[in-house]
Structures are given as structure tokens and as C-alpha cells.
């Protein structure tokens, strides 16, 4: 296994949490939507969760999502209010006018390949989330090679955007295209494990691109699946942008039609295993599908 330097401040992988297979028992996800969004991690897409409720249970299923990871993958957890981004190359660049104070011992630069920037909650509540200039150079990072992974209090794709375009962080929409899957949760539902919110949407939001005279493109966000309220089951939708999301992770469509449905059967079956219980056992039969599958 391939072992990275940890810069300073960088999360360990997720542990403890519920699962992708704790996500799909409790109706969370499906395991065709959770394979997608396996598939789409891996890719180094980033991922922001939104619900309207409290911020536990998206923060469960960013976890969750992230525990998908493999472990070579760098994890940094941006600090909130005393983020300095002493360890972004150029962030000035970025619109970062704060001094960047690099603290003693602390990693100067980190490379973007491979590396997961935890912002955890885009909002204005806490001295620990990500919002106003933070935030807004977070995301403009993206365009420079990191994945995002972070939640939000939003209760569709619009109020993200919209939340996300205004001050203090007003990014631009073409700023808005660089943040990748958003998973929209519904109003949280109070059960005997807990609090869970199921999935009512999820998007793919598409990056600005050249065609080949060299013109942008700036098409609409994909959706990916909703939830028919009636049957209270996800519908899917990414059929439509499979060649899309293939290009994007850097796979054919027939390889990532095959990933998909290999990886949707893997986590089907083992939601139904009563013998997968704890959080080790499903993450450790995750790492198995990687090794049989050469990942």
C-alpha cells in the first residue's frame, strides 16, 4: 500500500460512522446510487450533501461517501474561520489576501492529485465551517486539481447554488460548475437507530468546457435520480450523462457501465448480509472488492 505524507491538520481516513451499506439499509441511498457515487469519488469528483434539517444525518452520509475512498487518498480538513491556506500553492491566486502564516512544522504546499479538501459544513453557523472567503477559495480550488467533499443546509440544488452565489461567498455561476455530485437529502425522519434523511435528488453539476473551436460550454446541471414520493424509491437518471461521467473519471462508458453495475450488485448484496454489521466489516469487505477487482 502506498503511503503519503499527512500534512499537518489532515483528517485520518472516516471511522467509527455509519457505512454506504448502513445508507442503503435505511433507505438513505439505493445501491445503484451509491455505486454511482463510488464511482464518481474515485474519480476525484467532488461532492457537497445538502438537507434543510439538522446537520447530522448529511454529515453521516458525507462520511459515508467518503469512506468509499481508498487510503492512498489525502484527506485535509480546512479549519473554518482560522484557515490560512499557508499550504495552497498560489492562493493568492485564488483571491486569498489574508496572510498566510505557516505555523511551525506545517506542511508548505500540498498537491492537488489525490487530495480530498474536507470543508464540512458551507455555512455561517459555526467558527469551524467553511463560508465568506474561505469558502469561496475552497471552491475556486477545485479548478486547480483538488476534489471538495462538504454539506450544507439546503433543502434542493437551487437553494446551494443560490446560498452559494450570494455574499459573503458570492461565487460565480461558472465557480458554481466546478462542485461536481450534489446529494440533496430530505427533511430528517426520527427512527429507532436515529435520525435519517433519504435522499430526493442528486445532480451532477457539469464543469464549463471548450469544444473544439475553442468556444465555452455552459450547460445545465444532469440530474442523476429522484425519489418518487409514491413508491419511495429513488428513479435514476445517469444513464443520460453515462458518457459524461465516464470522460470524467477517466474510464470508457463500457467500463463504467461495467464498474457501476458490478459495484451496485457488491453493495446490494452485502446490505442484505445480517452478517455485515459493524463499520470494520463493511469497509473491510469494500477493500476486498478492490483487490479483486485490481483497484
Known amino acids: 500500500m502506498e503511503i503519503l505524507e499527512q500534512p499537518i491538520h489532515a483528517s485520518p481516513a472516516p471511522s467509527g460512522g455509519p457505512t454506504v451499506i448502513d445508507l442503503i439499509r435505511r433507505g438513505v441511498v439505493d445501491a445503484e446510487l451509491g455505486a454511482l457515487l463510488w464511482l464518481l469519488v474515485d474519480g476525484h469528483v467532488p461532492v457537497v450533501v445538502a438537507s434543510p434539517g439538522e446537520r447530522g444525518p448529511r454529515d453521516a452520509a458525507l462520511s459515508a461517501i467518503l469512506d468509499l475512498l481508498p487510503d492512498v487518498v489525502r484527506r485535509r480538513r480546512l479549519l473554518g474561520e482560522a484557515e490560512t491556506f499557508a499550504w495552497l500553492s498560489g492562493a493568492a491566486a485564488l483571491g486569498w489576501s489574508s496572510p498566510r502564516i505557516v505555523r511551525p512544522g506545517e506542511v508548505e504546499l500540498v498537491p492537488p492529485e489525490r487530495t480530498w479538501l474536507l470543508a464540512g459544513e458551507l455555512g455561517p453557523d459555526r467558527p469551524d465551517d467553511t463560508w465568506g472567503d474561505v469558502a469561496r477559495v475552497a471552491v475556486r480550488a477545485i479548478g486547480r486539481g483538488f476534489a471538495l467533499a ?146
Open 150 to 295: 462538504a454539506t450544507t443546509r439546503a433543502g434542493s440544488l437551487r437553494d446551494v447554488l443560490e446560498g452559494l452565489g450570494r455574499p459573503p461567498v458570492s461565487l460565480t455561476g461558472d465557480e458554481q460548475a466546478l462542485l461536481g455530485a450534489i446529494l440533496v437529502l430530505g427533511s430528517d425522519e426520527v427512527h429507532d437507530d436515529g435520525v435519517v434523511a433519504r435522499a430526493t435528488a442528486a445532480h451532477y453539476v457539469r464543469p464549463v468546457e471548450r469544444d473544439g473551436a475553442g468556444h465555452l460550454q455552459r450547460r445545465p446541471p444532469a440530474v442523476l435520480a429522484t425519489r418518487d414520493e409514491g413508491a419511495n424509491e429513488l428513479e435514476h437518471y445517469a444513464w443520460a450523462v453515462t458518457a459524461e461521467l465516464a470522460m470524467r473519471v477517466g474510464r470508457s462508458r463500457d467500463e463504467f457501465e461495467a464498474a457501476q453495475a458490478a459495484r451496485a450488485s457488491w453493495l446490494a448484496t452485502l446490505a442484505a448480509d445480517p452478517s455485515v454489521t459493524s463499520p470494520s466489516a463493511a469497509r473491510d469487505a469494500i477493500a476486498r472488492f478492490r483487490e479483486e477487482h485490481h483497484e
